[in-house]
């Protein structure tokens, strides 16, 4: 799609940056709820992948160089959404990342610092 974006009209270049922008935001939300981790591993790297060429895509369209960049309302909203799931996506990255690390801690014998429940070291709370 990179190659033929000179040749798309300004509309046509914004609603091609909805629909990218929508997809992203799609896939983000799915990552987030989980769904890479219910699927197989292969359909999850497929997944990522997929991500990174609608990103690509989407950077494409936005730098083409024919016209004025067009900004609609809805591009605007559309690219508020997706920067709205990015974020949520980064924190649950970030969460469980710090589960991962403390687990890793706990398993390794290291001194534990927070507060854990007993049964299986989960960390509940850091003092």
């Not at 040749?7 to 914004?14: G, K, P, V």
Request: aromatic letters at 2%; hydrophobic letters at 40%; proline letters at 5%.
């Amino acid at each position: 799609m990179a190659a033929s974006t000179p040749l798309i009209s300004t509309t046509q270049r914004a609603l091609a940056q909805c629909r990218a922008a929508r997809r992203l935001a799609r896939l983000f939300r799915i990552e987030r709820h989980g769904g890479f981790d219910r699927r197989p591993a292969d359909v999850a790297q497929r997944l990522v992948e997929r991500r990174g060429t609608i990103i690509a895509e989407l950077l494409a369209l936005a730098l083409a160089p024919p016209g004025s960049p067009l900004r609609s309302a809805e591009l605007d909203s559309v690219l508020r959404d997706l920067a709205v799931e990015v974020e949520h996506a980064r924190l649950t990255a970030q969460q469980r990342h710090d589960t991962l690390d403390s687990e890793l801690h706990f398993r390794r014998g290291e001194s534990p610092t927070g507060i854990r429940n007993g049964a299986g070291g989960q960390l509940l709370g850091r003092g």
